[in-house]
């Protein structure tokens, strides 16, 4: 019987090598050959045993192990049923190279229906790649940390542009997240609030989702880009892809931070912050941080990983926007990828993917993610580039 090798998490801390059945085509899916697939901050937060995804939503699920992990790739259709096409359209064939939205939606219910464009499906049939499905559960590989992974019906593909890398590819899902940005752009008119041409833009957080913020700001006009972190190693690698100001959080405080903020925008604070750290500790200072009218953008804690106190009044007497964003963008992927392709040569990739590994050595690259001293770290499942 042909077999299939798989990276999974056991439990809190605990991963295992294991080998799974070639699966049978699903009616309506796909198999794909992963090619790379990145470690996702929340693949991150499983590994460490935060489990509740979508807290309080009529939708919210507990991430059961064992688990296949993986949202962040890109492969090659190996298998795809007849009649499958991709996100446009088109019909899809072996040899394809695709990416995955990782959130597969029924597209009937209300959100599906009246607010297409985010995720925030609410059927019983909503599944998560690499994140909700219980890997002693036929067909086991719905995950990109795997020689193969098993595609559901209504999976959103996508078809990768040639001449675009496969580590920028599997990039992709990180990078629509950072249409956060554009949620800032829509708040900007004549009377200056949102993100105007030139505006100073902090991102809190130099992970990988905060250099796609960089790159997206930067793209979209931004003029002054702040960062905070608590690694100077994120840090140089945030100037690398065009910060201005690097602010370490672990040799400064709260109001030292909140004043360089405000130096360097002659008094007034940031119209644009985004989290981008995932620690919700970092919310009220981004608060502190914000201008009049600013608005602040909170993709980074998208698991539940703990509450803090905000001085509510804060927020009423600046006026603020605050605007949480719990997915990416699904008709963003294309644009994403068109994006990265033309703009390829523009930024030091090699300093964003920072680390490589087999899959065999998934558990070493799991502790490497975590460690100050790396971005994005990369899975091959058949043979480091």
């Known amino acids: 019987m042909r077999k299939v090798k798989a990276a999974v998490v056991t439990g809190i801390g605990q991963i295992e090598i294991r080998e799974y059945p070639y699966p049978e085509l699903m009616p309506g899916g796909a198999i794909i050959k992963n090619l790379c697939t990145g470690i996702c901050g929340t693949d991150k937060h499983t590994y460490q045993g ?20 993986g949202h962040e790739t890109v492969g090659i259709i190996e298998e795809v049923d007849k009649g499958v096409t991709d ?15 990782p959130d597969v939606v029924c597209g009937e219910c209300y959100y599906c229906k009246t607010m297409s464009w985010y995720p925030w499906c609410e059927s019983e049939t909503f599944h998560n790649i690499g994140e909700s499905h219980n ?17 559901w019906p209504k999976t959103n ?48 957080g130099a992970g990988p989702i905060g250099i796609a913020h960089i790159i997206k700001a930067r793209l979209m006009g931004a003029g002054k880009i702040i960062v905070t972190d608590l690694s100077d190693y994120k840090l140089k690698v945030a100037e690398a892809f065009g910060a201005d100001v690097l602010i370490n959080v672990s040799r400064t405080t709260m109001e030292e931070r909140v004043q360089i903020v405000k130096d360097e925008t002659e008094g007034r604070g ?25 608005i602040y953008l909170d993709p980074g804690q998208f698991v539940e990983v703990g509450e803090i106190n905000i001085n ?12 949480g964003m719990s997915n990416h963008a699904i008709p963003g992927y294309l644009p994403t990828m068109e994006m990265l392709l033309r703009n390829q040569d523009r930024f030091p990739w090699d300093k964003l993917f920072s680390h490589k590994f087999e899959l065999d050595d998934y558990e070493k690259a799991m502790k490497t ?8 770290v990369m899975i091959y499942p058949w043979s480091v580039k």
């Open 135 to 151: 890997a002693n559960i036929y067909p086991h590989i719905f995950g990109g940390f795997s020689e193969y992974m098993s595609v």
């Open 157 to 204: 593909m996508f078809k990768v542009p040639e001449g675009l890398p496969d580590e920028l590819a599997a990039f992709t899902e990180v990078m629509c997240v950072a249409y956060t940005l554009d949620k800032a752009k829509e708040f900007y008119a004549f009377d200056g609030e949102g993100f105007a041409f030139g505006a100073t833009v902090v991102i809190q």
């Open 87 to 101: 996100y446009y359209g088109t019909p899809l064939k072996p040899g394809d190279r695709v990416v995955c939205a």
């Open 369 to 376: 993610s975590l460690t100050e001293d790396s971005m994005k």
């Open 50 to 69: 935060h489990l509740k995804h979508r807290g309080g939503l009529k939708n919210e699920f507990t991430v059961e192990y064992p688990l296949v992990q």
């Open 312 to 323: 509510v009044n804060r927020i009423v007497a600046k006026s603020l926007r605050l605007v």
């Open 270 to 294: 940031a119209p644009v912050i985004v989290d981008c750290a995932g620690v919700p500790e970092v919310v009220p200072e981004g608060i502190e941080m914000a201008s009049i009218a600013g």
